[in-house]
């Protein structure tokens, strides 16, 4: 059996960039935040590295450690920064190969949709799901020791619906090798 490996829902977005100082409890959740120039290089600083120490951080961004600890606090209470992961060689794990299955449910409502999160939980090899347009409705990203073990999931997944894998046979751009900061400030 495959180690349960540890997940994180998130929504991604592109945010506008305001150069100017921002405070947390003036943005409404469904507001972007202020960020500045400063903000940016920490956001920049920690996706490339979220041990970087506050001391560390704070040399590189021209703070202080207790001002480099204060913006923190602040990207954190604003939603911008959600968590700091590891990030994991699913190959040294055994989890060797990886796939995407497109999936397309035998029934679509609100309430299938949370079973059908609740079951992809308890499914240890999907990494990730996403709800998506197109003629499938969620995209999966799974990982598994070799083709026997994909079969073996693919026939579960299949009991949920259609399902269409692709192999993953290399990963050309990877989420860490992305400078979102980039984006944002054109």
């Given amino acids: 059996m495959a180690p349960t490996l540890s997940r994180t829902c998130q929504s991604e977005g ?3 960039y305001r150069p100017s100082i921002w405070s947390p409890s003036a943005v409404p959740a469904d507001e972007t935040p202020v960020l500045d120039p400063v903000d940016m290089k920490i956001i920049r ?6 041990r970087t120490s506050l001391a560390e951080l704070g040399r590189r961004v021209s703070l202080s450690r207790s001002a480099v600890a204060e913006r923190l606090r602040r990207l954190e209470e604003s939603g911008v920064i959600q968590g700091y992961t590891a990030h994991l060689d699913l190959a040294r ?8 299955v497109a999936l397309r449910p035998h029934y679509r409502s ?9 079951r992809l939980l308890t499914t240890a090899c999907v990494l990730s799901c996403v709800h998506v347009t197109g003629q499938n409705c969620y995209e999966l990203t799974i990982a598994v020791r070799d083709a026997r073990h994909l079969e073996a999931v693919l026939e579960e997944l299949g009991t949920l619906g259609e399902t269409t ?3 993953v046979l290399s990963e050309l751009v990877n989420p860490r090798d992305v400078d979102v900061t980039t984006w944002v400030t054109r």
């Fill in 14 to 16: 592109v945010q506008r």
């Fill in 110 to 118: 609100r309430k299938d949709t949370n079973r059908l999160r609740e």
């Fill in 45 to 50: 600083e920690l996706t490339h590295d979220a």
């Fill in 165 to 167: 894998s692709s192999v």
């Fill in 93 to 100: 794990l055994g989890l060797s190969l990886q796939a995407r």
